[in-house]
């Protein structure tokens, strides 16, 4: 099958369960299902519009529960066909909902704390999510190459879930990456490719790649599978509130890359209201970025409705997207549920990388000291209420950004003899 | 309570669940439930009596699997109390039985090959199964600090737990680690003390520690609380076993680093069988040594008894155990069941951990290159059957253990132009 970048109508027929057509988030604009990424219309994003009406609630409440532990238990309200769970992938998902009581202590908050811990993932982060479910949609399109560009955490994912399903892979990278983030991509044996060039050159050169013969028969998992892969999102929300016994949670901070996930957790948190698994009530969100990529947060507290670009100068590299396709919505998220968005320092990521480790026993990743970072920046700022369930994303692993934290060590040096041991005052 | 490093009959009774006694392994001498390791008749290890005479096979099995979603689903076989999952603990298991159909096609498995893979447990290692079960023999003696000598994977169990129990933490290392190593065990907070010495100079101070009253009060995992700790591996056997449908399988893959994880898994399978969750019927245990440690493998080839130590001197850190503890028992149950021990060289280690990654999108610790290599060896000298439903163990995480893949990289570097992309072949 062709890559085409806007819709046409003459795509075949596909079957991705209850996914109905694709939707323009800004002319509402329906096409058939395909690989397209942008409305012919007007250019904006689109994304899968569903078809839920034949489902009672009771009975897609005790399917769910009676599904797998990963994210196909939600298959009926994704881009997948019914017999997803039994297709060779990498199957990500379920990972745990930790009750953070000693961070709650710290932080003051009394009302419930949960971190939702998405380094529990096959390749640790929560991209295993959006991988699978564009691996998917490759599937039904014929495609046979799944490919991305990347500094990090979705070369992984991409390369673990097609070896897993049999799909050659290709992932573009920076050709002068750390040494440490090459091998972590390049143990999967797909085609590792580096570009000689800045990752804005890396991403430029995958956009003229799609449109050209050459990549023909190949899903980029963030373009032109972009409306599949981001719906992998939705199943945060749906798991936060499966684990809280189908309760929608008061507060949820979540980090900010894109921004893409944040809309499609919201898009989850509705989707559950409408199809009656959770009461209809308020909740807030709230988004998290570091000072250093700050562009959203910039707008949320000057008002701004566009988002300005910001050169990206952070150890937070998985949140380091200095322009993010979604930052107006998330803008508007935040400001319609009466969440905000906040930035917390270098320094502050790294004290909250320690605070969640020291209190839970959750080593995160730089993005997960963001979002624990802001959470305490929030309440002492009475900005979040601490009498409220509040529930904060973990989406990568501590394993991964080593560096952060690099200065951490020994707390004392002795001799292998008791003496030396009550010297050091450790008894 | 003071430590002790025999069993007296005057320790007070504890509530762990199902856990009747300690009972010696070599003399069958029974004595109350302690913080004991070593028999008063014989010096033999003690390991745990059970009382599951008022289980009812069907309830046992609804209870179950009405579980959670981790090893506490098995908390009437373990010994913990009834209330263990309302705990704050680090809650591993129910990782992942993968069906690797791939990996089964390049080493000509046809009756079924399952990866299980514990990179998925919260520090990414089997270790947190051990630890959590340790952590509530520590909570039901009194003990207040958790403790153990590690070079690697331990710590970060130990640290990660402690932290997340509320119990402060004291972990031995040797002082000249990696520095990797170091921050991996010391971001959670807790002491990390280094000795001026090798790993055996730790030991031995370790030892000492325990029988002085400067240890008093003090859990450590493997040392006074080991009867407890080394029963977490049972929890393996049983997801195993349930994973495939409450079904025995034919073969399992083992790695040995001391034996115990082996001896318990056996010890597992047996109790499902007498308990009925599953048939009766033969299964074979295989272990899996790196040949830079051998020792259990070289007495299996020679037909001894008695197990040789060696000088480790391998990649596969997590296993280098030189004088395996439980070796003689491993030797028993690979001969009894009609299994056997192997080993394979660093360089046949690193080729399994890509063949993992490249098959199935499992990136695995050293430790997993040794049980999928020893696999692919018995397989070709026909000693593991290819026809038999067969499990292989992966017991940590690839991202732990960088090194050993390090060689790997890019595929091809290009310039960001399609020109360049086509000379390289990548069309």
Redesign the interface.
């Known amino acids: 099958m062709a890559v085409q970048t806007v819709a046409s109508t003459s795509t075949p027929t596909v079957d991705l369960g209850p996914a109905a057509a694709l939707s323009c988030r800004e002319c509402g604009h329906r096409v058939s299902l395909g690989p397209v990424f942008a409305c012919e219309e007007c250019f904006g994003p689109l994304e899968i519009a569903y078809d839920f009406s034949a489902y009672d609630t009771e009975e897609l409440r005790a399917r769910i529960e009676a599904g797998p532990?990963n994210i196909w238990r939600y298959a009926p309200l994704l881009p997948v066909p019914a017999g997803v769970a039994d297709k060779?992938n990498?199957?990500p998902g379920?990972t745990?909902l930790v009750k953070a009581?000693?961070l709650a202590r710290e932080l003051g908050v009394t009302g419930g704390l949960f971190v939702k811990d998405d380094s529990?993932n096959?390749?640790?982060s929560f991209k295993d999510r959006v991988v699978a479910q564009a691996l998917e949609a490759a599937r039904a399109f014929g495609f046979t190459t799944l490919s991305c560009s990347s500094t990090g955490n979705l070369a992984?994912a991409v390369?673990?879930?097609?070896?897993?399903a049999?799909f050659r892979s290709?992932v573009f990278?920076p050709?002068d990456l750390e040494?440490?983030k090459?091998?972590?991509a390049?143990?999967?044996?797909?085609?590792?490719?580096?570009?000689?060039?800045n990752y804005d050159?890396?991403n430029?050169?995958c956009s003229?790649?799609i449109g050209?013969p050459?990549g023909e028969g190949w899903g980029f998992v963030n373009v032109n599978l972009r409306p599949y892969y981001a719906e992998g999102s939705k199943t945060l929300a749906y798991e936060i509130c499966e684990q809280l016994g189908w309760r929608l949670p008061d507060q949820i901070v979540i980090p900010i890359a894109s921004g893409s996930q944040l809309t499609k957790i919201d898009k989850g948190l509705k989707e559950l209201i409408e199809l009656g698994l959770v009461e209809d009530r308020p909740y807030k969100i709230f988004g998290a970025q570091a000072e250093g990529c700050s562009p959203v947060s910039a707008a949320f507290k000057a008002g701004h409705d566009v988002v300005r670009p910001q050169k990206p100068d952070t150890i937070a590299k998985s949140l380091a997207i200095g322009n993010p396709a979604d930052g107006p919505y998330v803008l508007d998220i935040a400001r319609r549920t009466g969440g905000a968005v906040e930035d917390v320092t270098d320094e502050e990521v790294v004290d909250a990388?320690?605070l969640l480790?020291?209190?839970?026993?959750?080593?995160a990743e730089t993005a997960g000291g963001v979002t624990v970072g802001v959470t305490r920046k929030l309440v002492k700022a009475g900005v979040l209420d601490p009498t409220k369930t509040t529930v904060v994303l973990n989406t990568g692993?501590?394993?991964?950004t080593?560096d952060a934290?690099?200065g951490?060590?020994?707390?004392?040096?002795?001799?292998?003899?008791?003496d030396s041991?009550?010297e050091?005052g450790?008894?």
Chains 1, 2 share one sequence.
């Not at 390049?186 to 060039?197: H, K, R, T």
């Not at 692993?397 to 991964?400: E, F, N, Q, V």
């Open positions: 532990a060779p990498i199957n379920w745990k009581d000693n529990g096959p390749t640790h992984g390369g673990a879930a097609a070896a897993r049999g290709c990278i050709h040494q440490g090459i091998v972590m390049a143990v999967y044996g797909g085609e590792l490719v580096g570009i000689e060039g050159d890396v430029r050169f003229e790649l050209d050459a990388i320690r480790a020291r209190t839970e026993g959750i080593f692993d501590g394993l991964k080593l934290v690099a951490t060590g020994l707390t004392a040096t002795i001799r292998p003899t008791l041991f009550r050091a450790l008894a």
